[in-house]
């Protein structure tokens, strides 16, 4: 069996206690690779050979940094191939999708950031005749980048890439259930001739090799992708030896279609932002209220469309719904599905486990699933449930429809589908949410702020940002 190692020190190494996790493909059920179970120790070893590299790193300008970035970005297009077949086995995702969003996005992350360095300027501040302040952006150091398993390599790179741009070295964990593909990157980054040590990739769980980088006095910053109650946690640890936070939590976002929409376009992307990645993308719009003189009318043509998911294998080009990630989580979507019925929600669509004949048969297969009748304020409709299960809910004045799309403890991203301008601009700008799409969904330029409000995250990811989020700025003063 295939035993994933660490990338310490550009080394592929295994975990100095030898201790494994089983990695699971979620279509089978079945383990197909095993992952080091590192600990402390792995960490300390990453931190030190990160902390050997930084000076050079740091020294190098910038658009020598920048090329090898690009470097990596053209190896992982040429590999794009094998990178989505790996993506789709170890996350269950249809392979489309790792092939078309995924893998390419991944790459996108490593030229966006490779060029960044000659696209930004810097800051000075000119008081004529008295002073002139410029801002120079120190890298901080080693930093840390945890990442979850919807979209692996996607929002590992997304973190990683920023990072490595703006001089700093990184210790990085990908979530230890889709470790596969921050695996083939660390061969990658061999073989674009990356410094040893400027990017060390360490294998494990979160308690475990999580924890230990988010305490290691010398990681300067942690940026984090994941669940609000791990935010909540990486906060009380790393708050008080203040450290950067970058946190990047969890969502259920509001979808808003008024009657005015593009119908046709509405609906079909409301199909998309519900289901896609089974539900499982921290973006997906989970709650979706239609204006009541076309409720029935959309109504009807989702549920029409939903009827057409195909779900299946992953790996077949035809499968638009693949496995959910894991039998736990599989087992928290189906306990939100019997909690939807308790609360007097009608189900419209879905709600059933789905067994599959033949290689799938032991895969964590569900109905893409719509419920209606769900009071706003019930937990349905307030909690995050992160896979494919979605809720229809009519309204009839804008003031109405704000109330209950804000009605969450969670402020990541919301859509609204209207032609009226002035409406799009006004309901738009009072949706708690970090992220507000019109007329669209998941439509993204890297340059953007990127992040969420309220229980959502802190801080913004994307473009300045980033490079900010990653550098400690520091003013210098010239008296004239
Ligand atoms: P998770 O919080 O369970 O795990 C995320 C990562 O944190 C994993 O690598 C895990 O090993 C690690 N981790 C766990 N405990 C840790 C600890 N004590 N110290 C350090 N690291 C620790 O989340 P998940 O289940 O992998 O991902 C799903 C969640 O991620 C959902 O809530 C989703 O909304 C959120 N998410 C948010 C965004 C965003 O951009 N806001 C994007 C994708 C996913």
Request: contains cysteine; hydrophobic residues 35%; negative net charge.
């Given at each position: 069996m295939l035993h994933l190692l660490n990338y310490i020190g550009g080394q592929l190494l295994p975990p100095r206690a030898g201790r494994y996790l089983d990695n699971v493909d979620p279509a089978t059920g079945q383990v197909y690779s095993l992952i080091p179970d590192s600990d402390a120790d792995d960490v300390q070893q990453a931190v030190a050979a990160a902390e050997a590299a930084f000076p050079a790193w740091r020294a190098l300008p910038a658009e020598q940094r920048g090329r090898l970035l690009v470097r990596i970005s053209e190896l992982i297009e040429r590999d794009l191939e094998r990178l989505a077949q790996a993506e789709s086995v170890d996350n269950g995702k249809p392979i489309k999708l790792a092939r078309t969003v995924d893998i390419p996005r991944a790459a996108s992350n490593f030229a966006f950031f490779g060029t960044a360095a000659g696209h930004f300027a810097s800051e000075s501040h000119l008081q004529e005749g008295v002073a002139l302040n410029y801002t120079v952006r120190h890298p901080l150091g080693v930093v840390g980048c945890i990442s979850p398993w919807n979209l692996p390599l996607y929002l590992f790179t997304w973190k990683i890439a920023p990072a490595l741009a703006a001089g700093n070295c990184v210790v990085a964990k990908p979530s230890e259930i889709t470790p596969m593909t921050a695996y083939l990157l660390s061969e990658l980054c061999m073989e674009a001739g990356?410094?040893?040590?400027v990017l060390n990739i360490v294998h494990g769980t979160g308690p475990g090799a999580g924890q230990a980088i988010v305490e290691h006095p010398a990681v300067k910053a942690i940026s984090f992708t994941g669940g609000t109650a791990t935010g909540a946690h990486i906060a009380r640890t790393a708050a008080p030896m203040f450290k950067k936070l970058s946190l990047e939590l969890g969502g259920k976002n509001p979808n808003i279609v008024f009657a005015d929409c593009d119908f046709e376009a509405a609906v079909a992307t409301s199909v998309q932002s519900s289901f896609a990645n089974q539900g499982q993308i921290?973006?997906?719009?989970s709650r979706i209220f239609v204006e009541r003189p076309i409720y029935e009318r959309f109504k009807a043509a989702f549920l029409e469309r939903v009827a057409g998911l195909t779900v299946g294998?992953?790996?077949?080009?035809?499968?638009?719904q693949g496995a959910l990630v894991s039998e736990p989580h599989l087992q928290k979507v189906l306990g939100y599905i019997d909690l939807a019925q308790q609360e007097g929600g009608r189900l419209l669509a879905g709600g059933q486990r789905v067994h599959l004949q033949?290689?799938?048969?032991g895969g964590y297969f569900l109905q893409p699933t719509v419920f209606e009748?769900?009071?706003?304020?019930c937990r349905v409709n307030r909690e995050e449930i992160f896979g494919p299960v979605v809720t229809l809910t009519p309204f009839d004045t804008d003031d109405e429809v704000l109330g209950w799309a804000n009605n969450t403890d969670y402020g990541l991203a919301a859509t609204v589908w209207t032609r009226d301008l002035q409406r799009a601009h006004r309901v738009g700008q009072q949706l708690h949410a970090g992220v507000v799409w019109v007329n669209t969904w998941?439509?993204?330029?890297?340059r953007t702020p990127f992040g969420g409000m309220k229980n959502s995250g802190v801080g913004r990811e994307g473009g300045v940002e980033a490079l900010r989020f990653f550098t400690e700025p520091q003013n210098v003063c010239i008296k004239l």
């Open positions: 990356l410094p040893a040590g921290c973006l997906c719009g294998d992953p790996l077949a080009e035809e499968s638009r033949g290689r799938c048969a009748g769900l009071s706003p304020e998941l439509l993204r330029d890297l």
